[in-house]
């Protein structure tokens, strides 16, 4: 019997996508608010017996973690065989160690709490932080798809003649491997961050990148204060305008518009979280890697 693909709201594209890919079955979800605030949810499809999909991102996770609770407990309530999240973006993993006294480590209680409700978890490049294995946060069988090929292969149709610029020394080796596979050369800044807003950036010299068009490369763009010092300091210096390329588009409050105002010509995400930016399609290796779990 074919898997029963879940999306919840906002996340409709992706899942039409990923059904494409797997040929699998789309659930019908019906899900509201009450005039209080409380979630209404309503699995419409019969899922007794069957594997279950849910797919949501996990971008703004405090409005979507409930509706994704309620609903895995529907399905399991209701009597599905097995339950799996996909969530091309997973939320809550910067807090995994406690640097003041009293922190709460969200990172780890969040993995428990996801962990709790379904049998399998596909998501795209994890921050990780200070963990270096998603079973150190995850207790169930957690798959990480990687879109660094997409990012090379965007940059080799689009900007020929790019060289990759990454934020920061720790992004060495995924920056690396970006712009070897897409041909081009690069390099990394030397950040040190005051604050959530407040970044402090040493430049290297470029003169030897002259002419060639900047490409400013991230796994997630969120404040997107790094790019835009970095966007500002590169046009004061005469460069091409710059292309901005991430994997998870997050855009903290104005991000996206003070990116363009800094003089970004373009800004490009993968479709993790939906976006105006998103151009890269990664359903593919997502439901690449679902396969095996859907035996």
């Not at 780890?108 to 379904?118: K, P």
């Not at 596909?122 to 200070?130: A, K, N, Y």
């Not at 710059?242 to 990116?259: I, K």
Request: hydrophobic share 40%; net charge negative; charged share 25%.
């Amino acid at each position: 019997m074919k898997p029963l693909l879940f999306a919840l709201p906002g996340n409709e594209d992706f899942a039409g996508r990923l059904n494409t890919g797997l040929g699998a079955e789309l659930g019908s979800l019906e899900t509201r608010r009450f005039p209080d605030g409380e979630t209404y949810v309503r699995l419409v499809s019969d899922v007794e017996g069957r594997s279950v999909v849910l797919v949501c991102t996990l971008d703004r996770p405090n409005d979507k973690t409930l509706p994704l609770l309620f609903t895995a407990h529907a399905a399991r309530d209701l009597g599905a065989s097995r339950i799996g999240l996909v969530a091309p973006y997973l939320g809550y993993m910067r807090q995994d160690k406690r640097f003041r006294p009293g922190e709460a480590i969200t990172s780890s209680f969040y993995g428990r709490l996801l962990s709790s409700i379904v049998d399998w978890i596909v998501t795209v490049d994890p921050h990780l932080h200070r963990r270096t294995f998603m079973s150190e946060i995850y207790s169930v069988p957690a798959v990480v798809c990687h879109a660094a090929p997409k990012l090379s292969a965007w940059i080799r149709e689009h900007v020929p003649t790019a060289f990759v610029i990454g934020p920061d020394v720790e992004s060495e080796q995924w920056v690396s491997a970006v712009a070897t596979d897409a041909g081009v050369p690069w390099l990394t800044l030397e950040k040190t961050r005051h604050g959530d807003r407040d970044v402090e950036i040493k430049f290297r010299d470029l003169e030897r990148w002259r002419g060639q068009t900047p490409v400013l490369v991230d796994d997630i763009i969120s404040s997107g204060r790094t790019m835009e010092v970095t966007l500002r300091h590169l046009s004061d210096l005469g460069f091409p305008a710059s292309v901005c390329l991430g994997v998870h588009g997050l855009f903290a409050e104005d991000a996206f518009e003070r990116l363009v105002a800094a003089g970004a010509s373009c800004i490009v995400s993968t479709n993790t979280i939906p976006h105006k930016s998103s151009a890269m399609d990664v359903s593919d290796i997502v439901a690449k890697a679902m396969s095996p779990l859907l035996q």
